[in-house]
């Protein structure tokens, strides 16, 4: 099993920045990703940003040069820095941890952090 627990999120002014944690624990992966995912009212989960346990990173279209995703694989800690903040990013941003165990992916969530950004 793995535990995330996020921090950082708020009511932020448009244009204004904030910056996501997320510290994992319990089980590890060979190989993982740990990311970021957004969940606004009414619209399904999407990713916004991933990072891969050998850095790779991907980020969604949206958010491409506002948003970085950080690792500190000492603490298993992930990090996004969300700065040039729209109003459209007020979601509920939940962490996501995921690995190979056995022949499978499995994936982890934590328990969300809401963000509020006002016009």
């Known amino acids: 099993q793995v535990q995330l627990v996020e921090s950082g999120g708020g009511l932020v002014q448009a244009g204004g920045s904030l910056r996501l944690s997320c510290a994992a624990s319990?089980?590890?992966?060979?190989?993982?990703?740990m990311g970021w995912y957004r969940q606004a009212p009414g619209k399904q989960r999407e990713l916004d940003a991933r990072?891969?346990?050998?850095?790779?990173?991907n980020y969604a279209d949206p958010v491409k040069g506002r948003f970085t995703i950080s690792r500190d694989n000492a603490k298993n800690t992930v990090y996004l820095q969300m700065n040039s903040l729209k109003p459209e990013d007020t979601a509920v941003y939940y962490c996501?941890?995921?690995?190979?165990?056995?022949?499978?992916?499995?994936?982890?969530w934590g328990q969300g952090t809401q963000v509020t950004v006002s016009s």
């Open positions: 319990g089980s590890t992966f060979s190989i993982d990703a």
């Open positions: 996501n941890k995921g690995g190979i165990r056995g022949l499978k992916w499995v994936d982890y």
């Open positions: 990072i891969f346990s050998g850095g790779t990173t």
